[in-house]
């Protein structure tokens, strides 16, 4: 079998292959464009709805001295970024989308139990020695 021979035959396989994909593709019925659209529109969603409201709540929580509800938004902020990190993580396997995940973690816990200090008052000495006679 001479070259010529052996490349059209592969330039006819390869043609079969590039059909077939392409049916398939066809058969699915997905639309690249809509998929693009609606991830774009998540993203969007996300940066508008959730960190502006969330900023804007912090800001008026700062404002009127609510220090636990301060807590509450920096744990679900933390969260909300916590599986961003980790979906990254998971795609990429780059050890710092796996550090900013166990970092947002801590910060999930470090704000719930500042969240619950606050509500409970345990930062108030008092209210803790208080606790303490009781036992």
Request: net charge negative; charged share 25%; aromatic share 14%.
């Amino acid at each position: 079998m001479s070259n010529v021979e052996y490349n059209n035959e592969n330039i006819n396989e390869n043609d079969i292959r590039k059909e077939e994909i392409l049916a398939r593709s066809r058969d699915e019925k997905r639309d690249e464009g809509e998929e693009h659209a609606s991830l774009k529109a998540k993203k969007t969603g996300q940066i508008f709805c959730f960190y502006i409201t969330a900023l804007v709540l912090l800001v008026i929580s700062l404002a009127i001295g609510q220090i636990s509800a301060v807590w509450v938004m920096l744990a679900l902020f933390a969260a909300f970024e916590s599986g961003y990190e980790l979906t990254k993580y998971r795609l990429t396997k780059k050890v710092s989308h796996m550090v900013g995940f166990l970092t947002c973690i801590a910060a999930v816990l470090f704000s719930i139990f500042a969240f619950v200090d606050y509500s409970l008052e345990w930062h108030n000495i008092h209210e803790f020695t208080k606790a303490i006679r009781w036992w």
